[in-house]
């Protein structure tokens, strides 16, 4: 089975850090871009940053300077490291992937609760 597992949430103090990973597993042939998105209380789900299979990267204007992606290919890991976190990180954040099984398809984790509060 397919699948991707986020883990790394949890309650933090505002000026804060936090260190997201998330996993694919199973029967995959490569990975194409990964990327994070973030849903807070009441709004629709954002982009907080993608990154494809050779690094690029990009970034929402509101993370920019805070938050950084990165990859590990030979893990099939995704990481989001969150620095200088504010109310307005609080979150479900959901990793999202492009598999390549024996087709391609856009996979998405459960989400893990990123909350900011003192």
């Known amino acids: 089975q397919v699948q991707l597992v986020e883990s790394g949430g949890g309650l933090v103090q505002p000026g804060g850090s936090l260190r997201l990973s998330c996993t694919a597993s199973g029967s995959i042939r490569s990975i194409n871009t990964m990327g994070w998105y973030r849903q807070a209380p009441g709004k629709q789900r954002e982009l907080v940053a993608h990154?494809?299979?050779?690094?690029?990267?990009n970034y929402a204007d509101s993370v920019k300077g805070r938050f950084t992606i990165s990859r590990d290919n030979a893990k099939n890991t995704v990481y989001l490291q969150m620095n200088s976190l504010n109310a307005e990180d609080t979150a479900v954040y959901y990793c999202n992937a492009f598999l390549v099984t024996d087709t391609i398809r856009l996979y998405w984790g459960q989400g893990t609760l990123v909350t900011v509060s003192s």
């Open positions: 990154i494809t299979q050779g690094g690029a990267t």
